[in-house]
């Protein structure tokens, strides 16, 4: 049976991990439980960054657009996920398959190039300190900002785009608990070298490339840092981009894994529980190390508590 891309086609089966169903409860329970956490961890950067004068600056102009960029990414895929594992439906309809595949797609994208603009960021904060105030000028940083999110919106429009434009066959199972671009590929009746190619570009465009920015930044960081004489001197120095730093590991890190191991060396189950980190754990990470290993955030965080709790 063949199904075109138009308003005929009912939906796709979200296979998930239906193939363990004793599995299922415990993973609706820890998820919703995190996910909980990223709408509260999230939602308090945002507000502190708004209602805290001290965080009016360049250097935390990015922090809330990290984490609306995070509540937005998961609350694309986990709402529908809590619902297929909560009960024997596993179904997403075609309309809500195109809205996630959008939707993740460009807040997933963004994140990949807002990552490398911070570490920039954090470059000149590190390597240009008296120069930091006049090189990210409010402008620049609006700039930097706006160009991440265009670029997640045009990688999706065209990588949605041309994968939806795909012919779709058989019962339309997705052995995954989301849509995106890969797995809807492989349902493909039709020759797929054209999608693959473009998705291996993507991927080369807003994984290595960011990436290999980020660790040229760094580079430059740590022989700054190891400049420094004095311990207390580096230590600060250090401090600046240490949050970021373990953002971008555990970000780049699972990201990688997933997209540019070959397909082959690792197995179904693997891939579905390296996505579930990158979307459900991380997420909830990025809050917790910024206010952990940030003073000035935490500092911001007590005061607004205290005025709250007076």
């Known amino acids: 049976m063949w199904w075109t891309n138009d308003s005929t086609l009912p939906g796709f089966i979200l296979v998930g991990f239906s193939d363990r169903p004793q599995l299922e409860l415990v993973l609706f329970g820890i998820i919703f439980f995190l996910y909980l956490m990223t709408l ?4 308090t950067i945002i507000l502190v960054s708004l209602l805290d004068s001290k965080l009016h600056t360049p250097m935390y102009f990015f922090l809330p657009h990290l984490s609306f960029l995070d509540l937005c990414f998961t609350s694309s895929i986990i709402p529908q996920l809590l619902v297929n594992l909560g009960g024997s439906d596993k179904s997403i309809i075609y309309g809500g398959c195109v809205v996630q595949l959008y939707v993740s ?22 390597c240009h300190p008296l120069h930091y105030a006049f090189a990210m000028h409010p402008g620049l940083c609006h700039i930097l900002a706006s160009v991440s999110w265009l670029s ?14 795909l012919p779709f066959c058989g ?17 493909a009746c039709v020759d797929t070298t054209f999608n693959q190619a473009e998705l ?36 600060k120095a250090f401090g600046t981009c240490s949050s970021h730093l373990m953002v971008v590991i555990i970000f780049y890190g699972t990201i990688i894994f997933l997209y540019l191991q070959p397909a082959k060396s690792r197995s179904k189950d693997q891939g579905k529980f390296v996505s579930l980190f990158y979307t459900v754990v991380t997420p909830i990470l990025n809050p917790l190390i910024y206010t952990l290993r940030n003073k ?14 007076t």
């Not at 797609?105 to 470059?123: H, K």
């Not at 997640?152 to 434009?165: C, E, F, K, R």
């Not at 930044?217 to 207390?232: C, D, E, G, N, P």
């Open 105 to 126: 797609l460009a807040l997933g994208s963004t994140e990949c190039v807002l990552l490398a603009v911070m570490s920039y960021d954090c470059y000149i904060a590190v």
């Open 152 to 165: 997640g919106v045009a990688t999706t429009l065209i990588q949605s785009t041309l994968t939806l434009q």
């Open 171 to 187: 019962h339309c199972q997705v052995d995954h608990f989301f849509c995106e671009v890969p797995v809807l590929i492989k349902l």
């Open 296 to 309: 000035e955030v935490k500092a911001a965080l007590k005061k607004i508590l205290g005025r709250t709790l």
């Open 200 to 235: 291996f570009v993507a991927s080369v465009l807003f994984l290595v490339v960011p990436l290999s920015l980020i660790l040229i930044s760094y580079w430059h960081i740590a022989l700054a840092v190891l400049k420094i004489k004095s311990a207390i001197g580096r230590h």
């Open 40 to 43: 509260l961890g999230n939602t």
